[in-house]
């Protein structure tokens, strides 16, 4: 083991002081002071839009700060380029890859580095990268073209980049977002043996009990202010980090009263579709959703949930198999005919599907009132009547808006989705149907969105919680079905989390309970 | 037997023609630049190749000039779709108008110089001449031009393949992002590689106005091959090697509808085309038409193996638009 991995004799890695970061309108940053250890996890812990990722693109070259010093291994720098932060040992991990599909592994390592001079060498150089992965425990096939791998494998690839280039630390930008509980073990475990070896890591994220796993120390940022700084993470609980990240009290479990389950309203049989390359994404999904029900469809992201999702309201085309909405047979249907029967979707993009960006926050709240009395008067639209119909919904739900004829590409995301649970909703549904309902929106938000499905559900509405927030999933919903490569792996009750994350990577329920049995 | 080889040999010849359009149009879309600008952009290198030549009676500095007249005018595309971040196909059609209305213009009063102009060499290969009918097709009073395609050829393949520069070309038009996060010059890329499409043009409007039918004959010296180009980058899906059967075929069957009116018999039957100016329209149509076929069946093809295409093609890379 490394000599500077002794605990009596801590040097930092880096040390940032006083950094101040302004966007137009946002201060992102306001005085703030981080510090990274040799061989440390620190976790970056905060809500969205809190600073974390701005402070650390600072670190990694990618943003110039407005004032204040980044002092790395005892010298001061000057990054202008993510090129300079990785010369000084930087490396930043992004949430979205930057890796171009269609090169191997070996060859995203390489891009822009000055080596091989002309000549790849290819096999040379997936000898050498498969050996800095072993080193590490990052297992991938440097040969492989990067379209060709999950999502933990191409994560590695890009830790291998930064680690090919010889960075010493490590930002990971909320790393497991996109990862499956497997991977996410694994993932850790390729982090520890990093730290084992010297290397430094920060650990970016929101999640509480990932913070309180992998890391070291933690530093929380609230709105751009430091609001606790490298506390030893042995120190603290959980509820403290919460606390100190929100601001207040925060509590885990919404308050969900109980409601008898009555008809079944959604009745999905073996259904079939394509992707939008024509390959297979769902491979025979049957599901069914009562009155009052909250079902949860637990998956990693890109298992056939959108698809789903758009399939049941008539977006895609159902190659096989039945979709049937309070007895009718929708399979195929046109949108609108779904919308009669009291179909609603909340979709997971707000912006490009859930709204029309340019519209004012009125013609987006009437789409689906548009032809019915009183706002649609024959071929006209009576605008008063629209404008008074906006009106109400901005009081009822609470959105944060000047005027009504304000378009809505001006609002927050938090706004956004107000809009369109306040159209959703005042169209009474039978049936909704919510795709990632709170992802990029704060914790006060997404209490809101959470509260309002709640109450859908305590008025008899039957709904379908597509989602990849576990914690959400499991505290929302009554039942919960994984779905994986397109097809049903099984359906809990209880809220075995265990269960639901080896589903997860692919396990049927009844192989896990052969399993426990033998 | 003879007629065949006759055909096979001077479609070659012309097939080179388009061959170099095609490898420079590859080049360019491999960094994610659309340019249809090829046709004008050829008609400039032919027209400059003709007047330099006439002027210095040095055919390779008119071959030189060409390139770099045909590459200077791409960096117009470039500007507009790189820097100025504009629709890619609306500045290279505007490109094609403004190249061909330039050689035009400027390519007045060159037609009358034919047989005067001198032209580059062609020559034999004695040894690879004697292989039995390859050597009658490929190394026979062929052009140097159509010599230095062959070599071409494999170079150009390998250099995008296997070779570093070849890698990050191919990564700034497949996902410039990531290129750019490590610290890869997309724009300066871009706009080097869009230069090479022009030059590649040029070297292929010169090739004909210098060597495989010499003169220039205004907007008929290219003939619309420069569109052909752009349509058998679809076809070669961005492959040089598959660009090199692609362009000989054309040139192959544009010799065939040339050739075919001479001959009065065709396998011993009354040839119906022979100098019949109704058939000799049709037929010039045709290899127009198998452009169009040739292309709905290679892009088909193309989209169902989920390859070729490089992703950001005719997409301006606007640096914000990372996703951070």
């Given at each position: 083991?490394?000599?500077?991995?002794?605990?009596?004799?801590?040097?930092?890695?880096?040390?940032?002081?006083?950094?101040?970061?302004?966007?137009?309108?946002?201060?992102?940053?306001?005085?703030?002071?981080?510090?990274?250890?040799?061989?440390?996890?620190?976790?970056?812990?905060?809500?969205?839009?809190?600073?974390?990722?701005?402070?650390?693109?600072?670190?990694?070259?990618?943003?110039?700060?407005?004032?204040?010093?980044?002092?790395?291994?005892?010298?001061?720098?000057?990054?202008?380029?993510?090129?300079?932060?990785?010369?000084?040992?930087?490396?930043?991990?992004?949430?979205?890859?930057?890796?171009?599909?269609?090169?191997?592994?070996?060859?995203?390592?390489?891009?822009?580095?000055?080596?091989?001079?002309?000549?790849?060498?290819?096999?040379?150089?997936?000898?050498?990268?498969?050996?800095?992965?072993?080193?590490?425990?990052?297992?991938?096939?440097?040969?492989?073209?990067?379209?060709?791998?999950?999502?933990?494998?191409?994560?590695?690839?890009?830790?291998?980049?930064?680690?090919?280039?010889?960075?010493?630390?490590?930002?990971?930008?909320?790393?497991?977002?996109?990862?499956?509980?497997?991977?996410?073990?694994?993932?850790?475990?390729?982090?520890?043996?990093?730290?084992?070896?010297?290397?430094?890591?920060?650990?970016?994220?929101?999640?509480?009990?990932?913070?309180?796993?992998?890391?070291?120390?933690?530093?929380?940022?609230?709105?751009?202010?430091?609001?606790?700084?490298?506390?030893?993470?042995?120190?603290?609980?959980?509820?403290?980090?919460?606390?100190?990240?929100?601001?207040?009290?925060?509590?885990?479990?919404?308050?969900?009263?109980?409601?008898?389950?009555?008809?079944?309203?959604?009745?999905?049989?073996?259904?079939?579709?394509?992707?939008?390359?024509?390959?297979?994404?769902?491979?025979?999904?049957?599901?069914?959703?009562?009155?009052?029900?909250?079902?949860?469809?637990?998956?990693?992201?890109?298992?056939?949930?959108?698809?789903?999702?758009?399939?049941?309201?008539?977006?895609?085309?159902?190659?096989?198999?039945?979709?049937?909405?309070?007895?009718?047979?929708?399979?195929?249907?046109?949108?609108?005919?779904?919308?009669?029967?009291?179909?609603?979707?909340?979709?997971?993009?707000?912006?490009?599907?859930?709204?029309?960006?340019?519209?004012?926050?009125?013609?987006?709240?009437?789409?689906?009132?548009?032809?019915?009395?009183?706002?649609?008067?024959?071929?006209?639209?009576?605008?008063?009547?629209?404008?008074?119909?906006?009106?109400?919904?901005?009081?009822?739900?609470?959105?944060?808006?000047?005027?009504?004829?304000?378009?809505?590409?001006?609002?927050?995301?938090?706004?956004?989705?107000?809009?369109?649970?306040?159209?959703?909703?005042?169209?009474?549904?039978?049936?909704?149907?919510?795709?990632?309902?709170?992802?990029?929106?704060?914790?006060?938000?997404?209490?809101?969105?959470?509260?309002?499905?709640?109450?859908?559900?305590?008025?008899?509405?039957?709904?379908?919680?597509?989602?990849?927030?576990?914690?959400?999933?499991?505290?929302?919903?009554?039942?919960?079905?994984?779905?994986?490569?397109?097809?049903?792996?099984?359906?809990?009750?209880?809220?075995?989390?265990?269960?639901?994350?080896?589903?997860?990577?692919?396990?049927?329920?009844?192989?896990?309970?052969?399993?426990?049995?033998? | 037997?003879?007629f065949?080889?006759v055909i096979?040999?001077s479609g070659?010849?012309?097939?080179?023609?388009?061959?170099?359009?095609?490898?420079?149009?590859?080049?360019?879309?491999?960094?994610?630049?659309?340019?249809?600008?090829?046709?004008?952009?050829?008609?400039?290198?032919?027209?400059?190749?003709?007047?330099?030549?006439?002027?210095?009676?040095?055919?390779?500095?008119?071959?030189?000039?060409?390139?770099?007249?045909?590459?200077?005018?791409?960096?117009?595309?470039?500007?507009?779709?790189?820097?100025?971040?504009?629709?890619?196909?609306?500045?290279?059609?505007?490109?094609?108008?403004?190249?061909?209305?330039?050689?035009?213009?400027?390519?007045?009063?060159?037609?009358?110089?034919?047989?005067?102009?001198?032209?580059?060499?062609?020559?034999?290969?004695?040894?690879?001449?004697?292989?039995?009918?390859?050597?009658?097709?490929?190394?026979?009073?062929?052009?140097?031009?159509?010599?230095?395609?062959?070599?071409?050829?494999?170079?150009?393949?390998?250099?995008?393949?296997?070779?570093?520069?070849?890698?990050?070309?191919?990564?700034?038009?497949?996902?410039?992002?990531?290129?750019?996060?490590?610290?890869?010059?997309?724009?300066?890329?871009?706009?080097?590689?869009?230069?090479?499409?022009?030059?590649?043009?040029?070297?292929?409007?010169?090739?004909?106005?210098?060597?495989?039918?010499?003169?220039?004959?205004?907007?008929?010296?290219?003939?619309?091959?420069?569109?052909?180009?752009?349509?058998?980058?679809?076809?070669?899906?961005?492959?040089?090697?598959?660009?090199?059967?692609?362009?000989?075929?054309?040139?192959a069957l544009r010799r065939l509808v040339l050739d075919i009116q001479g001959p009065t018999t065709l396998l011993?039957f009354a040839n119906p085309f022979f100098y019949n100016p109704y058939y000799g329209f049709f037929l010039k149509m045709l290899p127009?038409?198998?452009?169009?076929?040739?292309?709905?069946?290679?892009?088909?093809?193309?989209?169902?193996?989920?390859?070729?295409?490089?992703?950001?093609?005719?997409?301006?890379?606007?640096?914000?638009?990372?996703?951070?």
């Open positions: 083991m490394d000599q500077t991995n002794k605990p009596n004799e801590i040097t930092n890695v880096v040390r940032m002081q006083g950094i101040v970061k302004r966007f137009p309108g946002v201060l992102a940053n306001n005085q703030v002071d981080f510090e990274l250890r040799r061989g440390e996890v620190h976790a970056l812990l905060g809500e969205n839009g809190a600073g974390k990722s701005t402070l650390m693109n600072v670190l990694a070259g990618l943003y110039r700060p407005d004032g204040g010093t980044v002092i790395v291994n005892d010298k001061v720098v000057n990054f202008s380029s993510p090129r300079d932060a990785i010369n000084a040992g930087i490396g930043m991990v992004h949430q979205h890859f930057m890796l171009v599909p269609s090169q191997s592994v070996t060859e995203n390592v390489l891009l822009g580095l000055d080596e091989p001079r002309f000549r790849m060498h290819l096999p040379r150089y997936n000898r050498k990268i498969a050996e800095i992965a072993g080193q590490y425990g990052l297992h991938v096939d440097p040969a492989a073209k990067i379209w060709q791998l999950s999502v933990g494998e191409q994560q590695r690839v890009e830790i291998l980049k930064m680690l090919y280039r010889g960075a010493d630390v490590l930002i990971m930008d909320e790393p497991t977002a996109v990862l499956a509980p497997s991977e996410i073990e694994e993932l850790f475990k390729t982090l520890r043996s990093m730290t084992a070896q010297g290397k430094s890591i920060v650990f970016i994220s929101h999640k509480l009990h990932e913070v309180m796993e992998i890391s070291d120390r933690v530093t929380v940022l609230q709105k751009g202010v430091v609001t606790s700084a490298c506390l030893p993470i042995s120190s603290v609980t959980r509820a403290d980090l919460a606390r100190l990240m929100v601001g207040r009290e925060v509590v885990f479990r919404v308050e969900k009263k109980h409601v008898e389950p009555g008809e079944v309203v959604l009745s999905v049989k073996d259904l079939q579709a394509d992707n939008d390359k024509g390959l297979p994404a769902l491979r025979g999904v049957s599901l069914d959703v009562r009155e009052g029900e909250v079902v949860g469809l637990a998956g990693v992201a890109g298992n056939g949930q959108s698809e789903l999702a758009e399939t049941l309201v008539g977006l895609r085309p159902v190659l096989g198999g039945k979709v049937i909405v309070n007895q009718k047979d929708v399979t195929n249907k046109p949108v609108k005919f779904g919308i009669r029967q009291g179909v609603s979707l909340i979709p997971a993009d707000r912006t490009q599907v859930g709204t029309a960006p340019n519209l004012s926050v009125t013609d987006n709240v009437i789409m689906k009132k548009y032809d019915q009395a009183p706002i649609g008067q024959g071929w006209m639209v009576n605008a008063l009547e629209a404008n008074k119909y906006a009106a109400e919904l901005k009081e009822a739900y609470d959105i944060m808006v000047p005027t009504v004829d304000t378009s809505v590409r001006l609002l927050s995301g938090g706004n956004l989705q107000k809009v369109i649970l306040a159209r959703e909703i005042s169209s009474e549904p039978k049936l909704m149907i919510a795709v990632q309902p709170t992802r990029g929106l704060d914790v006060g938000a997404i209490e809101g969105v959470q509260r309002l499905l709640l109450a859908q559900r305590a008025d008899g509405a039957a709904i379908l919680l597509i989602s990849e927030e576990l914690e959400e999933l499991l505290s929302l919903s009554d039942r919960v079905y994984v779905i994986y490569e397109g097809g049903i792996m099984g359906e809990v009750a209880d809220g075995d989390i265990e269960k639901i994350g080896q589903m997860m990577t692919g396990t049927r329920l009844e192989q896990i309970e052969m399993q426990g049995e033998a | 037997m003879d065949v080889l096979l040999a070659v010849a012309t097939g080179t023609v388009l061959l170099y359009a095609t490898v420079g149009e590859i080049f360019s879309e491999r960094s994610g630049v659309l340019n249809l600008g090829v046709e004008g952009m050829m008609l400039v290198g032919a027209m400059t190749a003709y007047k330099v030549t006439a002027a210095t009676s040095d055919p390779w500095l008119g071959l030189l000039a060409a390139m770099l007249a045909a590459g200077a005018v791409s960096q117009v595309h470039a500007f507009i779709a790189i820097t100025l971040q504009a629709d890619q196909v609306v500045s290279g059609l505007a490109l094609n108008f403004l190249a061909t209305g330039l050689s035009l213009v400027l390519g007045e009063g060159l037609t009358s110089l034919r047989d005067v102009v001198p032209t580059l060499p062609s020559f034999t290969i004695s040894l690879l001449s004697q292989i039995p009918w390859l050597g009658r097709i490929l190394f026979t009073k062929q052009s140097v031009m159509v010599y230095v395609g062959y070599i071409f050829i494999p170079l150009a393949w390998y250099y995008i393949n296997r070779t570093r520069p070849g890698m990050h070309l191919r990564s700034v038009g497949e996902y410039p992002a990531a290129a750019d996060s490590l610290g890869i010059s997309v724009f300066s890329l871009r706009y080097f590689y869009v230069f090479v499409g022009g030059m590649m043009a040029g070297l292929a409007g010169a090739t004909i106005s210098l060597s495989i039918s010499p003169g220039w004959f205004a907007a008929l010296t290219t003939a619309g091959q420069g569109w052909i180009a752009v349509g058998l980058v679809i076809f070669a899906q961005w492959n040089p090697a598959r660009a090199a059967v692609g362009a000989y075929t054309f040139g011993g127009y038409a198998f452009t169009v076929v040739v292309l709905v069946i290679g892009s088909r093809e193309a989209n169902r193996k989920r390859i070729g295409t490089p992703a950001a093609l005719g997409l301006p890379y606007i640096r914000g638009q990372r996703g951070l």
